[in-house]
């Protein structure tokens, strides 16, 4: 099968659908029980890069590999130099002081543990995560490219997460806790395994009957309605795990969907945005959230985080633009 492949738009669209519902539980505050929702985005982001960084031609694997290397440094670039710098102006305004910062961000939380392992830094955007983990990633996905070795995402899928199911059970019995995010929410044991199973899923036509497709999108809302519903049982012990691979099934499914609907011609899509949107905006929520929290309350937080998606985007959207006029001038010569 050639798995050389116009970009499917309508996956780019959804990670907008997806920026929001990160935003929306970072938001949640006290109503996190009806905001499980990036059980589905998060690992769907994986996924499709993996979908992405499919390809038969392994010259252009290998370019494609390399470039994603470039994108997910540029994004965790951009994301450490602007939650570093509003995080040190945050300290003055919140009274707390240069040593406070240096100590929260060298000492308690260790910059090193936070880099390799993922471990949450509680001052200094904790929720760059994501960004970290992404690049990892990249990394090891270049490393197999330049090996030949990407028949191993059929090993590395299973056992990754299999050791993430077994040390996130552990935390419940030892920590007796239902957060298994600790080191267990990182690039080897969550983001490359979703990541892999996006890749060796881009191999495989499941579309052998054209409406195929719907069963795939109801099995997929099923699974998200499964998740949420889940979280109703937000009280009792040990949910998480089964949120967690609902959330995967939702986004395997869906994935599925948005890979049955053609391809479409979207160019002024990728001109007003651009591939990458969603990225940008999610570095941007966090310090938008900030920001927008002091100058007014919020009583519905779902409003709230609509309101950070679209200040959000719209900073973005303005420097998007920006950037993207000396090359029109430039075409225009």
């Known amino acids: 099968?050639?798995?050389?492949?116009?970009?499917?738009v309508y996956l780019d669209i959804f990670k907008f659908f997806l920026c929001y519902l990160v935003i929306a539980i970072h938001l949640a505050g006290e109503t996190y029980a009806h905001f499980p929702l990036y059980r589905l985005a998060v690992p769907m982001f994986f996924i499709i890069s993996g979908y992405f960084n499919r390809t038969a031609d392994r010259e252009?694997?290998?370019?494609?590999?390399?470039?994603?290397?470039?994108?997910t440094l540029r994004y965790l670039i951009a994301g450490f130099l602007l939650y570093i710098v509003f995080d040190f102006v945050?300290?003055?305004?919140?009274?707390?002081?240069?040593?406070?910062?240096?100590?929260?961000?060298?000492?308690?939380?260790?910059?090193?543990?936070?880099?390799?392992?993922?471990?949450?830094i509680t001052y200094t955007g904790a929720q760059l995560w994501f960004l970290i983990?992404?690049?990892?990633?990249?990394?090891?996905?270049?490393?197999?490219?330049?090996?030949?070795?990407?028949?191993?995402?059929?090993?590395?899928?299973?056992?990754?997460?299999?050791?993430?199911?077994?040390?996130?059970?552990?935390?419940?019995?030892?920590?007796?806790?239902?957060?298994?995010?600790?080191?267990?929410?990182?690039?080897?044991?969550?983001?490359?395994?979703?990541?892999?199973?996006?890749?060796?899923?881009?191999?495989?036509?499941f579309h052998k009957k054209k409406w195929y497709k719907y069963l795939y999108l109801v099995l997929g809302i099923l699974f998200f309605y499964l998740q949420i519903h889940e979280y109703h049982l937000v009280k009792t012990p040990y949910c998480s795990l089964e949120m967690y691979w609902c959330g995967i099934l939702s986004a395997v499914f869906l994935l599925q969907f948005f890979l049955g609907i053609k391809n479409a011609g979207c160019d002024f899509y990728y001109k007003w945005v651009g591939k990458n949107g969603a990225f940008w905006v999610y570095i941007l929520h966090m310090a938008v959230a900030v920001v927008?929290?002091?100058?007014?309350?919020?009583?519905?937080?779902?409003?709230k985080s609509l309101w950070v998606l679209a200040i959000?985007?719209?900073?973005?959207?303005?420097?998007?633009?920006?950037?993207?006029?000396?090359?029109a001038r430039r075409a225009e010569r």
């Open 1 to 8: 099968m050639n798995t050389v492949r116009s970009r499917n």
């Open 60 to 71: 252009r694997a290998e370019k494609m590999a390399l470039g994603f290397i470039k994108r």
């Open 90 to 120: 945050l300290c003055f305004v919140n009274g707390n002081g240069v040593g406070y910062y240096f100590t929260t961000l060298f000492y308690e939380d260790f910059l090193l543990e936070f880099f390799i392992l993922n471990r949450p």
């Open 133 to 205: 983990a992404l690049f990892v990633v990249s990394l090891i996905h270049f490393a197999l490219v330049k090996l030949r070795k990407l028949s191993y995402y059929k090993i590395i899928v299973p056992v990754c997460y299999g050791i993430y199911f077994f040390f996130a059970g552990y935390m419940y019995l030892i920590q007796n806790t239902d957060m298994p995010i600790r080191y267990t929410r990182n690039a080897l044991f969550f983001g490359l395994p979703n990541f892999g199973l996006g890749y060796l899923l881009a191999g495989v036509d």
């Open 292 to 303: 927008l929290s002091k100058l007014r309350s919020f009583d519905n937080l779902m409003v």
């Open 312 to 327: 959000s985007f719209a900073i973005y959207e303005a420097v998007h633009l920006l950037l993207m006029l000396p090359k």
